[in-house]
């Protein structure tokens, strides 16, 4: 009998059987990029134009990241592929609403693009909520006929996270139930993701009616158990792999309803830290079995988005793998994309810069004059007197802010904010579309001096200046409205640390380690002026994130994100002025 000819071959290795959750000794054959041959037969009935030897190896799937945002590395898609397949992640599903939010259905066509040729498979979410609310300016949307649009792509995994859950409980005439009922009629099997934070009872019971099955936000016990009894998909990210949540995945009989998700990675923890693989290596360490831990990031999530063609090694799936060194350190020696080896360790690998990736006028989306100090008075037309107010107050381990209420004192029309001890958080509209500013306090683990600013401000992306010292507020924004768009941190009147990102002011298209170490900068400015927070750019990105609660700014002004509406920032007079 003639040999039968593979492309690849790799002997001696422990094999990840996804329906078993179990390893097994044998051999891997590889033809035309797909297995062709999983067992512990005889390797003479193979003719192959590679071998490799396993030497006892643990070989899995290539990991899968269904809910992921690519612009929270602040990347680009194959900056984002160069740092992820070294991580053993293989496929990738994007939701570009940070791009979308700055141009529209446009934005998420260029992020589609500029991933058409990476190592790395992206199929896409169409971002459902752009904007995210009614309440704030963007530079772009999504509608019904841009989404019908999309879908003739033939790249589309899913409809992204739908995020105003507020409004398709409350009213059954907003955009997004418009949107969900479309989406139903016209694509039936489209899978709809999630974004129900602390929704419960009825309210997650009306949220699920309305099409959406699926939650990636912080989880707990009481959420997520009411969540998977009622039906609803979990994909835990790291800050919901509290002691409490793993014991119980660990402990019940679940695996079928959860997977592992990034959500969003900061640039130095994708250069240094990992991604995806960072996530099951702790779900190990924390006492999930490793089959069950691989299992939760490539069957489960492959499943969830109808990927029926890879998630498993088994005869007729893509032949993404990894070989591991250590399965339970989550060791990763080499990784393999359509049965090529795409990375292994120890080798160097450059990245290839490639500029100017998108149209031109994604360089020119900050439409702004610098600000002048005039532009941090907060002129209110009453009179003198100390006035009640509403804080944003940050707190370490979340984005999740709370509101305080404060007492300011007013002169001359002025908000005093300078003497009350907190500091100012203000927002300008950047698209040169209706010129709306806000101002609002800040406390808290926040910086307790200086100043930052930027536009990488979820989702809307405006300029977000937060500070205590004027001068530095109006270093770190005009720097930013100077190099259009970016990040920047303030101190003593001059610049400490910044990021440009000139791509929709929100990203950039320098290399990966060069960005991460621009990341780590700025953090640790921020720190040096007291942050206090587990990921403080992420914490100042999400004060203008309308659909996180509790109390949040943008340009319509202060957000009650549990009522769905603008709050004033003055509640009440409670007194007059006392003389000195």
Not at 132 to 146: H, K, M, N, V, Y
Not at 529 to 534: A, I, P, Q
Not at 545 to 550: Q, T
């Amino acid at each position: 009998m003639s040999s039968y000819e593979v492309d690849l071959l790799i002997t001696n290795v422990k094999v990840f059987n996804s329906y078993y959750k179990q390893f097994r000794h044998g051999m891997v054959a590889v033809k035309n990029g797909q297995f062709a041959y999983i067992g512990d037969g005889d390797s003479h009935r193979f003719s192959a134009a590679v071998t490799v030897q396993g030497e006892g190896r643990h070989l899995i799937p290539g990991l899968i990241d269904i809910h992921l945002h690519i612009e929270s590395s602040m990347v680009t898609p194959a900056t984002f592929s160069h740092g992820i397949i070294r991580r053993g992640v293989t496929t990738i599903v994007p939701e570009p609403h940070e791009m979308a939010n700055v141009f529209g259905i446009e934005g998420v066509q260029e992020m589609m693009a500029a991933s058409q040729n990476t190592v790395c498979d992206m199929f896409y979410g169409i971002p459902s909520s752009v904007p995210a609310t009614p309440l704030e300016t963007t530079g772009g949307s999504i509608e019904i006929a841009d989404i019908d649009e999309l879908m003739t792509s033939g790249n589309i995994a899913c409809l992204g996270e739908i995020m105003n859950y507020v409004d398709v409980i409350r009213d059954p005439d907003c955009k997004t139930n418009h949107i969900l009922r479309h989406v139903k009629e016209s694509y039936p099997h489209l899978v709809i993701e999630g974004h129900t934070p602390k929704l419960l009872d009825l309210d997650l019971h009306r949220i699920m009616l309305a099409g959406v099955d699926s939650d990636h936000t912080h989880q707990s016990i009481e959420g997520m158990t009411a969540r998977i009894a009622a039906g609803m998909f979990i994909e835990l990210q790291e800050k919901s792999m509290t002691p409490e949540v793993m014991e119980y995945v660990i402990r019940h009989d679940v695996a079928e309803h959860f997977c592992f998700v990034t959500d969003d990675v900061m640039t130095d923890r994708l250069a240094w830290e990992g991604h995806l693989d960072h996530i099951v290596r702790k779900a190990i360490h924390m006492g999930m079995s490793p089959e069950d831990a691989i299992y939760a990031a490539t069957f489960t999530p492959a499943r969830r988005m109808k990927m029926t063609d890879r998630g498993t090694v088994s005869p007729g799936k893509v032949a993404d793998f990894l070989l591991l060194s250590d399965v339970n350190e989550f060791v990763i020696d080499e990784v393999y994309k359509k049965g090529h080896l795409v990375y292994r360790e120890g080798d160097s690998y450059l990245q290839t810069v490639e500029d100017k990736q998108f149209p031109a006028h994604f360089y020119r989306s900050v439409q702004l004059c610098s600000l002048t100090a005039e532009d941090l008075d907060v002129h209110v037309p009453i009179q003198d007197g100390l006035y009640r107010c509403r804080a944003m107050i940050v707190k370490d381990g979340s984005t999740f802010t709370e509101e305080r209420l404060v007492d300011i004192p007013v002169r001359n029309q002025r908000l005093c904010w300078q003497e009350s001890g907190y500091g100012l958080i203000a927002t300008f509209e950047r698209y040169g579309k209706n010129g709306n500013r806000a101002y609002g306090l800040i406390g808290g683990d926040t910086i307790q001096r200086g100043a930052i600013a930027t536009t990488y401000s979820h989702d809307n992306h405006n300029l977000l200046v937060v500070g205590h010292q004027v001068d530095d507020m109006l270093a770190a924004a005009n720097h930013v409205v100077g190099v259009q768009g970016g990040f920047c941190v303030a101190g003593d009147g001059s610049v400490q640390a910044a990021l440009d990102l000139p791509v929709g002011g929100i990203l950039t298209e320098a290399p990966l380690e060069e960005t991460a170490v621009q990341v780590e900068q700025l953090v640790s400015a921020m720190r040096g002026l007291g942050y206090k927070h587990y990921n403080p750019i992420m914490s100042v990105s999400t004060h203008s994130l309308p659909v996180s609660p509790a109390l949040k700014i943008t340009d319509h002004g202060l957000i009650d994100v549990n009522a769905g509406k603008v709050v004033p920032l003055i509640v009440e007079r409670v007194g007059d002025l006392v003389s000195v």
